[in-house]
C-alpha cells in the first residue's frame, strides 16, 4: 500500500490524508493517530489514549488539513436567506 498523500502533525497528533480507488471510482479518507514514547524501549508506539491537549490537536490538525484540501460545493453567496436555518 502507498503511503499517505498529506499528513498535519499538531503536538503528537497525525492527522493524514490517503487518496485510492474503489470499483473504478477515486476514494479519500483520512487516518487519525497519537503516539507516545516507551520508556522502557524509547521507541514510539502508536496509543489509543487521548488527553485533554491531544483533543486540541486533534481540532486543530482537522482544522489544518480542511483549509488545505476541502472545496465547498456550494457557496455562500449561491444559497438563499430563506433557506437557511437561521
Known sequence: ???PVDKVKVGMVEVAKW??????QATTSYSL???KL???TGK???TK????TDLKDIMVACQMMLLKHYTPTVGVTDVKKEETPF
Do not use: I, P, R
Not at 487518496?19 to 473504478?24: D, I, N, P, R, V
Not at 489514549?49 to 485533554?52: D, M, N
Open 1 to 3: 500500500m502507498a503511503g
Open 19 to 24: 487518496a485510492g480507488t474503489y470499483k473504478e
Open 33 to 35: 493517530a497519537k503516539q
Open 38 to 40: 516507551n520508556k522502557d
Open 44 to 46: 514510539y508506539e502508536d
Open 49 to 52: 489514549f487521548l488527553g485533554v
